[in-house]
């Protein structure tokens, strides 16, 4: 009878039983990552980067917490509005894998409602921007009615400037 040494045995055993090593281990990751092309999924990529929505539908980044504290009050406004989380079912690829529930990034969470409604109420809002535009302007004409400024004044006028560029220095 032949004695086996235990050295022996592990020599013996076949190769499917084979343990992966954590440097195996790290490089099958390093290649199923890259693979699907998540090696640098933080780096130029937009965290809220909108989905297309739905026909019909329109679709917003909406605040659910600021450094943890959720403002229910807020939450209640955007429902009245008609904002309602969109389920990560939808959108699968925004989520982790069996991910349930709304879809969040950082204390955000992506909401639909009808585009009709978004789009009266955007038309609104357009409205009322122009009004206290148009009633500032009127204040501050020395030639109108309830105007801040005399008709002394009126050499020195205010000049309004309704462009939108915005000047960035050189670094």
């Not at 281990?25 to 699907?36: P, Q, S, T, V």
């Not at 990529?45 to 019909?56: N, Q, V, Y």
């Not at 209640?76 to 690829?93: I, T």
């Not at 409604?117 to 122009?130: F, G, H, M, P, V």
Request: hydrophobic content about 35%.
């Amino acid at each position: 009878m032949k004695t086996i040494k235990i050295d022996d045995r592990l020599a013996l055993r076949p190769a499917s039983q084979h343990e992966e090593t954590s440097i195996e281990r790290a490089e099958r990751r390093i290649a199923e990552l890259k693979g699907h092309n998540n090696a640098n999924i933080d780096e130029g990529t937009d965290k809220f980067a909108t989905p297309m929505p739905p026909d019909g539908w329109s679709y917003e980044w909406k605040v659910k917490s600021v450094m943890g504290y959720v403002d229910a009050a807020y939450l209640q406004k955007m429902a009245r509005s008609g904002w309602e989380p969109v389920d990560a079912s939808r959108h699968p690829d925004m989520m982790a894998r069996g991910a349930v529930g709304a879809i969040e990034r950082d204390g955000m969470v992506l909401c639909e409602r009808p585009a009709e409604i978004t789009s009266e109420i955007k038309a609104r809002d357009l409205r009322n921007a122009r009004a206290q535009v148009r009633m500032k302007e009127g204040q501050m004409d020395p030639k109108g009615k309830g105007g801040m400024l005399s008709r002394e004044d009126a050499v020195v006028a205010p000049k309004i400037n309704k462009d939108h560029s915005m000047y960035v220095p050189e670094q």
